[in-house]
């Protein structure tokens, strides 16, 4: 059913990522796909890296850690914003169309008062992606 999976990954905040990351591996063991860990960086120096290119790499790693551990194609790709912020939604659905995905899964937030004005970042991502969304609170 799915070839591969998208994963976007904030390495600022791994740690609440657990469950997001444990759907994509779970259903790319069922289906038999790889993985895509997707982030998006400031073009700034960081908290994680003083540049793009050290994001990357450090991406790159946590990708390498996860196939090992979890025995499943991961790749990374990274993607540097002028306000990854403002620029999020934007980046990850052209990121989805770019890596040929054909599937998401993203971590989100318990929705509040704030999403009754605003879409959160999985709502705009499930609104406007092309492929099927998963999202994972």
């Given at each position: 059913?799915?070839?591969?999976?998208?994963?976007?990954?904030?390495?600022?905040?791994?740690?609440?990522?657990?469950?997001?990351?444990?759907?994509?591996?779970?259903?790319?063991?069922l289906y038999g796909c790889g993985l895509c860990l997707v982030?998006?960086?400031?073009?700034?120096?960081?908290?994680?890296?003083?540049?793009?290119?050290?994001?990357?790499?450090?991406?790159?790693?946590?990708?390498?850690?996860?196939?090992?551990?979890?025995?499943?194609?991961?790749?990374?790709?990274?993607y540097a914003a002028h306000d990854p912020a403002v620029d999020?939604?934007?980046?990850?659905?052209?990121?989805?169309?770019?890596?040929?995905?054909?599937?998401?899964v993203m971590a989100s937030h318990v929705p509040g008062l704030?999403?009754?004005?605003?879409?959160?970042?999985?709502?705009?991502?499930?609104?406007?992606?092309?492929?099927?969304?998963?999202?994972?609170?």
């Amino acid at each position: 059913m799915f070839k591969k999976i998208m994963l976007p990954v904030d390495l600022q905040h791994v740690d609440r990522l657990e469950k997001a990351l444990r759907v994509g591996v779970d259903l790319a063991r069922l289906y038999g796909c790889g993985l895509c860990l997707v982030g998006v960086t400031a073009e700034t120096p960081t908290a994680v890296a003083h540049n793009p290119e050290e994001y990357a790499d450090k991406l790159e790693h946590f990708a390498s850690e996860m196939a090992e551990s979890q025995g499943l194609p991961v790749e990374s790709v990274a993607y540097a914003a002028h306000d990854p912020a403002v620029d999020l939604d934007k980046t990850l659905l052209a990121a989805a169309e770019e890596t040929e995905c054909d599937a998401i899964v993203m971590a989100s937030h318990v929705p509040g008062l704030p999403e009754h004005f605003f879409a959160s970042h999985g709502g705009k991502i499930a609104s406007h992606a092309h492929v099927s969304v998963f999202v994972v609170r």
